[in-house]
């Protein structure tokens, strides 16, 4: 496509024209950010059981799909579309992981890893379930670190990305991003430590 826009400003060009009935420029939208999408995509799927059938492609087409119900959206950035499309991504995983459950205790569980949460260097593996479930409580309490968890640990968005996402200071986003991971990390202790 030739034109004189910056990637971003096509991106923000593309998302106005899908929300305006423009079916065509989703389609556009996707082969501009796919590279993008796949590494989130990636990154989602290898905090994953190494068992996990589901593949990166799979997982963005699927996304995909779901995308086309979020037209009316006013979409403001290329940030604010990959945190949705990131977002998409993970319901997808924590449906996979609920269908798939065998038996309410000791079923086939998805582990994923939380040392990038908790900047500890001790890795620890958590069930996908439980983190949702978890952010879920979040954001009950705090929507914005809520927000800030799944664009930067889901979507592996930077802090200036997550801040232009939020509309808020890239400062906000640090000290937020903090907050949300200890009370993560507490909260995912206490879990492991009831019966």
Known sequence: MENNFSEPEEITL???KWR??????????????YAKLHKIAQNQLSQQNPNHTLQPTALINEAYLRLANWQSIDWKNRAQFLAVTAKIMRNILVDYARKNLTTKRGGARYKISLDQITDKAKQEEIDLVVLDDALTRLSNIDPLQSKIVELRYFAGLSL?????ALDISARTVSREWTLAKFWLFNELDNLKKSP
């Open 160 to 164: 200036e990305e997550t801040a232009e």
């Open 14 to 16: 593309l998302l106005t």
């Open 20 to 33: 305006q009935g423009d079916k065509q420029a989703l389609d556009k939208l996707v082969d501009l950010v």
